[in-house]
């Protein structure tokens, strides 16, 4: 059984959507989910689906004993699910390519430091865009900078708010982040 490991700071919507997904998989399972914020909503969503949740502070994750934890679970594919964070370069190191995250937005567009959640929505919303999306891609060092695993774009003429286009934006994510995390797992299997 492969084992898949979520870091999650917030509501954790897409972290459910993963856990249901592969709670009924054959091949895959979530073990684990970290989270570096004690009161963030997906520690719940995890428990009730029992799944194991460690929560853990800043320099935890920057020193070693995040790490130690990821080494003792030995993760197939960890996944950045709303994790907002930086994700430190030793744990990158140790898990080559077996670190993905989604962002919101069409990358490279609307990336970096910063760019996250309602901010992506707002900037694309101010700016008029006719359609926005979701990247799932390799984590490296650097913010958003990663190989481009899989892009799924949505028309958002229709919106009249930053959080219509969220409302889309999210539908894209519960879709196709468990479909890209089957294909991944499968394929290195």
């Known amino acids: ?55 853990f502070n800043k320099s935890e994750l920057n020193e070693d004993f995040v790490l130690g934890e990821l080494n003792k679970i030995k993760p197939d594919l960890i996944v950045l699910a709303g994790f907002l964070l930086k994700f430190p370069e030793h744990i990158i190191e140790a898990f080559p390519n077996k670190i993905i995250n989604i962002h919101p937005a069409l990358l490279p567009n609307y990336g970096g430091k910063g760019m996250y959640g309602m901010n992506v929505h707002k900037a694309i919303f101010e700016n008029k865009d006719a359609e926005t999306g979701i990247s799932i891609h390799y984590v490296t060092p650097n913010y958003d900078e990663g190989a481009i695993i899989f892009q799924k774009s949505v028309t958002i003429l229709d919106c009249k708010s930053p959080e219509e286009i969220a409302q889309k934006v999210h539908q894209l994510e519960h879709k196709y982040f468990p479909e890209v995390i089957k294909k991944l797992i499968t394929q290195n299997s």
Request: glycine share 4%; hydrophobic share 45%; proline share 0%.
């Open 1 to 55: 059984m492969k084992k898949i490991v979520l870091f999650a700071s917030g509501n954790g919507t897409n972290a459910e959507e993963i856990i249901r997904c592969f709670n009924k998989s054959s091949f895959a399972t979530v073990t684990n989910v970290l989270t570096n914020n004690s009161d963030a909503k997906v520690i719940e969503k995890a428990k009730n689906l029992e799944v194991n949740v460690l929560v």
